[in-house]
């Protein structure tokens, strides 16, 4: 028997898009999560049940391929599934479908337990993974690091603040937010010229309430397709948060 496959219809909403009208980045990460969550909750092992025993899911790796970004009123179908996990780490997949049933974005991303009180990772409990139905395997797939930024590159910065409203009830960073200050960095020239086509994000440490962050983005190639950026979010003390590397293409100019 294959892992269970949970699926939710969604409405793209104004807030969650751009001066596109397309789904941001963002805001595709809070939909895919709160699909990822109502499988949790209608198989019994939800987030009333995990923070009896103090844990959390935390992401550390979200793999994407992006046909197009669903726009703005689009009716979508959001399908997730736990496809397999080891000691340490689950692989679950994410994807949306349009009202034709074609695949817009296909998400793959790894998941570990945290323990809340200690921060720390703890191997995943079989309560808390067996209605899954996924499968058991010795190595879960690998998404591979992003691209990192060089010294000597020259990089644009933005610098931020977390704040209280940036804290989710894991007590960490809500995964949206990291989108956000990732691709900000980029000019908004570019962003509204150019469409995400992958995207690869590692997190690597913690960012804490009232952390000064700073996020950094380099253009690796802008004359072939893809265009390709770097990016990474850090600490003041130079402890790199998060990393990223994304794919792009040229937005077709209206005739």
Not at 75 to 81: C, D, E, G, L, Y
Not at 83 to 107: I, M, P, Q
Not at 157 to 164: I, W
Not at 196 to 213: K, P, S, T
Request: one cysteine or more; a negative charge; aromatic letters at 10%.
């Amino acid at each position: 028997m294959g892992a269970s496959v949970y699926k939710q219809e969604h409405i793209i909403t104004h807030y969650e898009v751009d001066v596109t009208s397309n789904l941001t980045p963002a805001m595709l990460m809070n939909v895919v999560l709160m699909v990822s969550e109502g499988q949790t909750e209608a198989l019994g092992v939800g987030e009333e049940y995990l923070a009896k025993q103090s844990l959390g899911w935390v992401v550390t790796q979200y793999k994407m391929a992006i046909d197009r970004m669903p726009k703005v009123g689009e009716k979508v179908t959001v399908a997730t599934r736990a496809t397999s996990y080891n000691r340490y780490f689950a692989f679950r997949e994410f994807w949306l479908t349009d009202a034709t049933g074609k695949e817009c974005v296909h998400v793959d991303s790894i998941w570990v337990v945290m323990d809340r009180n200690t921060r720390k990772m703890i191997s995943i409990p079989e309560d808390v993974i067996a209605p899954f139905d996924a499968e058991v395997v010795k190595m879960i797939p690998r998404l591979g690091r992003p691209m990192r930024l060089a010294a000597d590159e020259q990089l644009m910065e933005k610098q931020y603040r977390v704040r209280y409203f940036d804290i989710d009830q894991n007590g960490h960073v809500n995964n949206a937010h990291y989108f956000d200050w990732l691709l900000d960095a980029l000019p908004m020239s570019f962003l509204s010229r150019h469409r995400l086509v992958a995207l690869n994000i590692r997190f690597e440490n913690e960012v804490q309430y009232h952390n000064d962050v700073i996020s950094q983005a380099a253009l690796v190639t802008d004359n072939q397709e893809p265009i390709i950026t770097k990016h990474r979010i850090k600490m003041p003390d130079g402890e790199v948060a998060t990393e990223a590397e994304c794919h792009w293409q040229p937005v077709a100019k209206q005739i």
